[in-house]
């Protein structure tokens, strides 16, 4: 997937600035507030839904990008009714664009550039916003997003179907000597 973005990403002529394209929004939600108060909401931590919350902060598309950490200018997708942790930030679209091409026009980008701090890392979206993307009108945006969309679903069943033989395998090892 990543060829496929850098492919289709890497020469363009970049026209549009991120913070152009996005809003910036914060948290904080701590992960002890979540973990003493379970809900049906589900809350996004830096690898993903980590616990479910009473309460949801976001209704929508947006997405996750880790502010804190060693881990920082990871992203995430999330859609629906959520929450975030204080770790991350979360982007959603302004007028005229398609979140999800961001998204992965995004996973083209470095964050390296962006950190500051020696001993936990941080990237601000004041300094990453400044960085130039290529945007085309929506309606390409949104054919873009949705080739790498399926190609990203496509991924996910085989990763799944990868996974359910790799159980078989195991299974019919433990009893190939029964």
């Known amino acids: ?3 496929i973005i850098d492919y289709i990403f890497r020469n363009k002529k970049k026209n549009v ?3 152009d394209c996005l809003i910036c929004h914060s948290s904080t939600l701590t992960e002890s507030e ?3 108060n379970e809900g049906m909401y589900p809350v996004y931590g830096a690898s993903g839904i980590f616990a479910h919350f009473s309460q949801h902060h976001v209704n929508g598309d947006s997405i996750l990008i880790i502010k804190d950490g060693s881990n920082v200018g990871k992203l995430q997708y999330a859609s629906d009714k959520y929450s975030v942790i204080g770790t991350l930030n979360y982007l959603m679209a ?3 664009v398609c979140l999800k091409y961001i998204y992965y026009c995004m996973q083209s980008l470095s964050f390296e550039k962006y950190r500051v701090g020696s001993g936990i890392p941080h990237i601000y979206f004041k300094d990453y916003g400044k960085e130039l993307i290529h945007c085309p009108e929506f309606t390409e945006q949104e054919r873009i997003a949705k080739v790498l969309s399926t190609i990203d679903y496509k991924i996910i069943i085989e990763k799944n179907i990868l996974g359910k033989f790799y159980k078989q395998k195991s299974y019919l090892l433990q009893n190939l000597f029964i």
């Open 1 to 3: 997937m990543k060829g």
């Open 94 to 96: 302004k007028n005229g």
């Open 17 to 19: 600035k991120l913070k």
């Open 34 to 36: 979540v973990l003493a």
